[in-house]
């Protein structure tokens, strides 16, 4: 039965789009200036007209969704911290037709040709200054032309690995070049995630609007990486990063992931005589390409900036030897700054012998006295940027401000001239954003990317349409907010075909093994093994205590409740002070702080915490599945998930528990027995051991006789119901020892965990009996052996307990001395350097 | 006037140091003024990767990577140079400062003579409008450049204290100008700052001055440290280096090592260390004239 209230919500779309109106006086991608619907989104619109607007709103929610769930985000740095904001995708496509899409595709390839030409000559002959085609001071008044890496020259003559160009569309309709980005452009990842998510809600409509895939233009992209090291027959790549706290850090590890190549930051990687290398734990593997996303004055602390810790040092003389290509090269930033395309269409002509295919937004360079003069009388109709690239500053809007202001913009620009560009102020075209509630045509600007390949340029068929956060503003930055679009360029069919038949050609080679993987990855998987774990034990630990102050409260829950405090107290898991009498208010409120103390180490909260710094380092080594429950937990448990409330903390605690059941399901059926799950394996049972010693230890102290420890005990180390099974009577100390310790049939048992350990032990690579951390493990594989915990229990049981405590502690410490061998051997080289 | 040269920098470590990358100018160049008849680099221990170059200002560059661990490290570089004292022009004879801020907008020059090069800021050396107004004191209107630049160089020289304590090389211009203390590395900046906010082409020049013990006092080895000072582009007389630590035109008493926009393109050794931690530098450099030996 369909409500009337529904019925009136679900009205189609059709309604919207006809009300959707575009401002006068600049161009609308999807209506003209009549109003009618462009011939190009006329499939597309028609589809969208007869969908009611549920199915819309519907639509619109599965894309927060899905974007919520792939993480993808885009760090906004405000004062000092980061924010962490998720991206934002309207549901509507930007459009563009084939014809209009190969003229620009044309332009675009002309102008990476330039700028790579450009690019060869500045850190070449420099002729174009001798020629006189540019004003020298382009050259020396840029700081971003790296005077220490002018003479290095890439293999092939590839400057100019990956180039990204913004456009804006004139009132008239005529693309213009607004900007290029030639260090590490961004956005070629959040174009594919835009496309992977906009495939899964309009695939009927991408299928018949004839939308061109993107696919060949990244399988493209590998083959012309790869063809950057003529030398190695498939060469080792890796993508450098300058780490999570980067705003595009999402872009880096989903690149990393489509791509297939490590993700790096400058410390895993070292240069040894002259060549590059990654460290990992089998030693040190040579690396041909890095592609970088470190921004050009960063990638090496000896040649460039010093106080950059997010390069290699020796980068730049590894690259100058020719033993390593970066993509693009280092200084590519030279080329990158506004200037620059003051002078674009002369030097297309003179360089390249033709005309300028797409046109510049009107610029003047105010290193040029006519150009400045010229700049400044008309002020209040310009742009004023900074000509270079480096901290760019935001632009001044002419407009936007008073004559007094203007007047000192002015002595700004006459005292430090080459510094500034004053641009004409386009009007940018609109496209219509879908607010869930109606259409706004929203301003926007069109990034497109270029890509080197072994014999020319290809161009991606697509990319990433942004859009401001308003109709008024007319700034377009993620950083401001404002969303983006997927873009659609619609195709021939021959186009399509020949796109499908390409992909089908190129298919993977067989190739087992994970790949290279840094040595600090595994360290961060060790550790995402042990908080993991311990997070599981603290939630384990709590529900034990929780349980029995939400029960009935009988004599023996009671007695159990005040034992099992005891044992936490003196683990050092609850205040000491408990180890005598606590009040019930007392409780509730300690393990509350167990829970929720963020600043607490240990804490349920901080270890959350910790776990979502290791996901997010970790995002390109993980699985769909993993990173899902990985995220479900930072969801469900942000820094304050729970009440002081015992009930409510205990539903809590069970839906943490079984998440973390969860994550280790998935990762024990999903993950290839490499190296990363053996690191990761090893820091769960290591953390597993350690905490199953630590807490039979503090039973020992506490309550030696065992009564009323060790039915919480079993509870926690979720054995009850297997020593129920066995022994149909209450719990006693021998018993219990042998199912906790020796047997290596129970899971929970420091037999189980010590075989697992020797098993990861004996296939890591450079591994030995020799090894510190194996001599740790084969002692506590022997004292498992020889021990009698039938007559350590019985002892213990009467009290003399000595010669079991020091079984145990002689456990703790060995388990501990193998985790510290682990690290001394495998990780130490990752150490910090100094400059 | 021929030299021996010795300079000694010597890195002591708290702990090892198991990787170490270094750049080094060190060995003079060569050029009109300066004959270079023998060179040599000493480092122990002893790289796995030594690479010589010239740099983008076609300075003398060596590239080092060290492998094996150690606790000090130690960098000898020695040489013998003949420096010839420019011929100066007669100062009150030279061209207009304005005329030669004017020729270079159509200046093409490139490469390792390119003057545009000096022209614009640089890390160390940026304009600035008070460095002009203090610039403009000595830059008087239409005077002859070299006049202008030997008043400047005085200037510097009167109104500024050699003060190793007051600064270090992390020290903003701006800093050094309020307090009017420095070092020699400050003064140049300074000097070359000055030049570049009138629109003159300034550049570093980093070498050796030989120093003349006090009378009757024998010269102390490794008393003499590196030296830093400007030099300016003067239209058709080339480039004339003065020297505002001394208050002098340099003659034929400073060794050059390396030019560039600043300290940042020449610094002497500079390097990145693994492991390491705390370190103490210590750097000697003997400049013996060939005759005395």
């Given at each position: 039965m369909i409500g009337i209230d529904s019925m009136r919500h679900s009205g189609s779309f059709s309604e919207l789009l006809e009300r959707y109106r575009p401002p006068a006086g600049v161009w609308d991608e999807m209506k003209d200036a009549s109003g009618s619907i462009r011939p190009h989104w006329a499939p597309f619109v028609s589809r969208l007209a007869s969908s009611g607007i549920d199915l819309m709103k519907e639509r619109r929610e599965s894309a927060q969704k899905l974007l919520r769930e792939h993480g993808v985000t885009y760090n906004v740095f405000a004062d000092g911290k980061s924010d962490e904001r998720g991206w934002n995708l309207d549901l509507l496509p930007m459009l563009i037709d084939s014809e209009e899409w190969s003229r620009l595709e044309a332009g675009l390839i002309q102008r990476t040709r330039l700028l790579n030409h450009v690019l060869s000559d500045i850190y070449g002959e420099q002729r174009m200054l001798q020629d006189g085609l540019a004003p020298p001071g382009l050259l020396h008044a840029n700081p971003a032309f790296l005077r220490s890496c002018h003479g290095i020259r890439p293999a092939g003559g590839r400057f100019l690995s990956l180039h990204a160009v913004d456009l804006a569309r004139s009132s008239t309709g005529e693309w213009w070049v607004l900007a290029d980005r030639t260090q590490c452009p961004s956005g070629v990842g959040y174009a594919l995630e835009n496309r992977n998510i906009l495939s899964r809600l309009f695939s009927d409509e991408l299928r018949e609007t004839g939308v061109q895939q993107m696919n060949a233009f990244f399988t493209k992209r590998k083959a012309g990486i790869c063809s950057m090291a003529p030398w190695a027959e498939s060469p080792t790549v890796v993508l450098l990063t300058p780490g999570p706290y980067t705003e595009t850090y999402f872009e880096h590890s989903y690149l990393a992931r489509s791509l297939g190549y490590p993700l790096v930051e400058g410390n895993d990687l070292a240069v040894r005589d002259n060549r590059v290398f990654v460290k990992t734990i089998e030693g040190l593997q040579p690396v041909d390409i890095v592609v970088r996303r470190v921004d050009d004055t960063f990638c090496d602390p000896l040649e460039l900036r010093s106080d950059s810790f997010l390069g290699v040092p020796g980068l730049a003389e590894a690259a100058r030897a020719g033993t390593v290509a970066i993509s693009s090269i280092l200084g590519s930033g030279a080329v990158e700054g506004p200037a620059w395309l003051a002078f674009c269409p002369a030097l297309c002509r003179k360089l390249l012998g033709e005309e300028l295919l797409i046109p510049n937004v009107a610029t003047w360079w105010c290193g040029q006295t006519k150009e400045r003069e010229y700049a400044i009388a008309n002020l209040?109709?310009?742009?004023?940027?900074?000509?270079?690239?480096?901290?760019?500053?935001d632009p001044i809007f002419g407009e936007d401000h008073s004559k007094d202001a203007l007047t000192q913009l002015a002595a700004r620009i006459r005292a430090r001239p080459w510094s500034f560009v004053a641009q004409q102020r386009v009007p940018l075209s609109t496209a219509p954003v879908w607010t869930g509630e109606r259409l706004e045509p929203r301003p926007l600007i069109f990034r497109c990317f270029v890509a080197g390949v072994a014999d020319g340029y290809v161009v991606l068929p697509g990319g990433l349409t942004r859009l401001s956060a308003s109709t008024e503003s007319p700034v377009v930055s993620s950083k401001f907010g404002g969303c983006s679009k997927d873009t659609w360029?619609?195709?021939?069919?021959?186009?399509?075909?020949?796109?499908?038949?390409?992909?089908?050609?190129?298919?993977?080679?067989?190739?087992?093994?994970?790949?290279?993987?840094?040595?600090?990855?595994?360290?961060?998987?060790?550790?995402?093994?042990?908080?993991?774990?311990?997070?599981?034990?603290?939630?384990?630990?709590a529900r034990v205590v929780l349980s029995r102050l939400t029960g009935e409260g009988g004599a023996d829950e009671k007695s159990e409740q005040t034992v099992i405090t005891r044992c936490l107290a003196v683990r050092g898991r609850l205040p000491d002070t408990f180890t005598g009498a606590v009040s019930r208010k007392d409780l509730i409120v300690a393990i509350g702080n167990l829970m929720l103390a963020g600043d607490q180490p240990g804490s349920a909260s901080h270890l959350i915490l910790r776990i979502g710094e290791l996901t997010a380092r970790l995002r390109p080594r993980f699985s769909g599945d993993t990173w899902r429950i990985l995220q479900q937990i930072q969801v469900e448990f942000p820094p304050q998930f729970a009440t002081h409330d015992p009930a409510a903390m205990l539903s809590t605690l069970h839906r943490l528990v079984i998440l973390l059941a969860a994550l280790t399901g998935v990762e024990s059926e999903n993950m290839t027995r490499g190296s990363s799950w053996r690191f990761l394996d090893l820091g769960r049972r290591i953390e597993r051991a350690a905490n199953g010693v630590s807490m039979l230890a503090a039973i020992v102290d506490v309550a030696p006789s065992g009564s009323f420890a060790l039915v919480p005990l079993l509870e926690y180390s979720d054995s009850t119901m297997t020593y129920r099974r066995r022994y149909f009577s209450a719990p006693n100390l021998p018993t219990t020892l042998d199912l906790l310790l020796a047997d290596a049939s129970n899971p929970r048992s420091l037999a189980f965990q010590c075989t697992a350990i020797g098993e990861h032990l004996e296939h890591l690579p450079n591994s030995g009996p020799d090894m510190p951390e194996a001599t740790c493990h084969s002692q506590i594989a022997r004292d498992l052996e020889s021990a009698d915990f039938q007559a350590l229990g019985a002892d213990a049981q009467q009290g003399r307990t000595h010669r079991l405590s020091a079984l145990l502690s002689d456990f703790t410490t060995a388990i501990y001395s193998l985790s510290d061998g682990l690290a001394t051997h495998y990780f130490s080289h990752i150490l910090p350097r100094a400059n | 006037m021929v030299y021996d040269v010795t300079h000694k920098t010597t890195y002591e470590y708290e702990t090892p140091v198991s990787i170490s990358q270094h750049l080094l100018h060190l060995r003079p160049r060569i050029f009109l003024g300066q004959d270079l008849f023998s060179s040599s680099l000493e480092v122990t221990p002893a790289p796995r990767t030594e690479i010589s170059r010239k740099d983008y200002y076609g300075n003398e560059l060596s590239f080092l990577g060290i492998e094996s661990p150690h606790t000090v490290l130690s960098i000898v570089s020695r040489c013998r140079v003949r420096v010839r004292a420019p011929e100066l022009p007669d100062a009150g004879g030279t061209t207009p400062w304005e005329e030669i801020r004017e020729s270079l907008t159509q200046d093409k020059t490139t490469g390792y003579f390119g003057r545009g090069e000096f022209l614009f800021d640089s890390p160390y050396a940026a304009s600035d409008g008070d460095f002009q107004d203090y610039a403009a004191q000595a830059f008087r209107p239409g005077r002859p450049i070299l006049s202008a630049l030997i008043d400047l160089t005085q200037r510097i020289y009167r109104d500024?204290?050699?003060?190793?304590?007051?600064?270090?090389?992390?020290?903003?211009?701006?800093?050094?100008?309020?307090?009017?203390?420095?070092?020699?590395?400050?003064?140049?900046?300074?000097?070359?700052?000055?030049?570049?906010?009138?629109?003159?082409?300034a550049r570093y020049v980093s070498g050796y001055i030989e120093t003349i013990p006090p009378p009757g006092k024998p010269r102390l080895a490794g008393a003499d440290a590196s030296h830093a000072w400007l030099s300016l582009w003067c239209g058709g007389d080339g480039w004339i280096d003065a020297d505002p630590t001394n208050n002098q035109l340099v003659g034929d008493r400073h060794v050059t090592v390396a030019w560039g926009r600043d300290f940042c393109d020449v610094s002497p050794v500079r390097g990145i260390v693994i492991g390491g931690g705390d370190h103490e530098l210590e750097v000697g450099v003997d400049v013996i004239p060939i005759a005395e030996q």
């Open positions: 209040p109709t310009m742009v004023i940027k900074n000509a270079f690239a480096g901290p760019m500053g360029i619609l195709s021939t069919r021959q186009e399509d075909d020949s796109a499908r038949r390409e992909l089908r050609e190129s298919a993977p080679e067989l190739h087992r093994g994970s790949g290279v993987a840094p040595s600090r990855a595994l360290d961060n998987l060790y550790w995402l093994g042990r908080y993991t774990e311990r997070l599981e034990e603290t939630a384990r630990l | 500024f204290t050699f003060d190793k304590r007051a600064t270090n090389i992390a020290t903003p211009l701006k800093e050094v100008f309020r307090k009017r203390r420095g070092v020699c590395q400050d003064f140049a900046h300074f000097g070359i700052a000055c030049l570049r906010s009138l629109g003159l082409p």
